[in-house]
């Protein structure tokens, strides 16, 4: 049984270009949550999306930053025009159900690490 | 005032010390206390969950919470070279779904 994938693993980007992160969530799982962690800092939530829905934007960037979790296919994280200051390990979580009740966590995935030039 | 606030270490100990790590935190409506685990380029992964205060163990892994004191531990016997990793602490409320964590602390057992 396949956990949460994230491609790719490692990305580079200059400053300007757009990069897109992507998520597979574990099998069953409808419910992703994305995670930014920059260096030497912790675990930064940033959205939280069920299929075809947004649910909690309130952790994303005002400008830049879009994520989708389409009805079919993996969820996107969609940085454009990529600063230096973007370069962090994103992280991509998934859940059975709701994350409302701790009893269905959240299992992360591997991470992809952006770096900008 | 940050909501989770944890030492980033290192922490160094000798293979087989009691290890102690720990965080507080600010807000008293945070209901579920969690410890997370991540080696080196891999994903984060949850150790334990405790509910309110109280001890709570699992093999060689216990934790703690004291609310009165807004204070998170994590405590780890006969430490293994294999438990070096960094140790994320982090906090849940019932009503939100985002986690909430700690800087981590790197933790390295020394053989």
């Known amino acids: 049984n396949a956990g949460v994938m994230q491609n790719p693993r490692h990305l580079v980007r200059r400053r300007g270009q757009e990069a897109r992160l992507r998520c597979s969530p574990m099998k069953g799982h409808s419910h992703v949550y994305w995670y930014r962690q920059l260096p030497e800092e912790g675990l930064k939530f940033m959205v939280y999306l069920q299929k075809e829905n947004i649910i909690d934007e309130s952790g994303m960037p005002k400008e830049r930053f879009s994520a989708e979790f389409p009805k079919e296919g993996p969820s996107i994280l969609r940085i454009q025009q990529v600063v230096r200051g973007d370069s962090a390990a994103y992280f991509c979580a998934s859940s059975l159900t709701s994350g409302r009740n701790l009893k269905n966590e959240q299992f992360f995935g591997p991470g992809t690490r952006l770096t900008v030039l | 005032q940050k909501e989770v606030e944890q030492d980033p270490g290192p922490l160094s100990v000798p293979e087989g010390a009691i290890v102690s790590l720990n965080c507080t935190y600010s807000?008293?409506?945070?209901?579920?206390f969690m410890w997370y685990r991540q080696y080196s380029r891999k994903g984060p992964e949850l150790l334990m969950y405790t509910y309110s205060s109280g001890n709570k163990e699992d093999g060689r892994f216990t934790a703690q919470v004291d609310k009165s004191s807004k204070y998170i531990s994590l405590f780890i016997r006969d430490s293994q070279p294999s438990d070096s990793a960094t140790y994320l602490c982090a906090i849940f409320m019932n009503r939100d779904d985002k986690i909430i964590f700690g800087k981590g602390t790197r933790l390295h057992i020394l053989p």
């Open positions: 807000n008293s409506a945070f209901q579920y």
